[in-house]
């Protein structure tokens, strides 16, 4: 099993910035893609934000390019999301996730953009 615990979520206003961190705990294999998923209020689907793999290679959602920094420490086990020049319309509960085989997911943490 996997277990997955995200921290870093808050309130900030437009602009500022916020730094997401996830701790993988259990029986965690030396191959698998991490990444950070976001869903919105008023029921919209969870869509991608960004994901890297243990090599780090990283992908994007077109929405976040040059705001969001995916990063990793394997050693650690953990996966960040450096999250710059917020909008209001990032505002989601972000969700890490494990993929080694399966999906794996933690509980999510709430990111409020608002004046």
């Known amino acids: 099993q996997v277990q997955l615990v995200e921290s870093g979520g808050g309130l900030v206003q437009p602009g500022g910035s916020l730094r997401l961190s996830c701790v993988a705990s259990?029986?965690?294999?030396?191959?698998?893609?991490m990444g950070w998923y976001r869903q919105a209020p008023g029921g919209k689907e969870r869509e991608l934000v960004a994901?890297?793999?243990?090599?780090?290679?990283?992908n994007y959602a077109d929405s976040v390019k040059g705001r969001f920094t995916i990063s990793r420490d394997n050693t650690k086990n953990t996966v960040y999301l450096q999250m710059n020049s917020l909008k209001p319309e990032d505002t989601a509960v972000y969700s890490c996730?494990?993929?080694?085989?399966?999906?794996?997911w933690g509980q999510g943490t709430q990111v409020t953009v608002s004046s």
């Open positions: 259990g029986s965690i294999l030396s191959i698998n893609v």
């Open positions: 996730s494990l993929k080694q085989g399966r999906y794996y």
């Open positions: 994901v890297i793999t243990g090599g780090g290679n990283a």
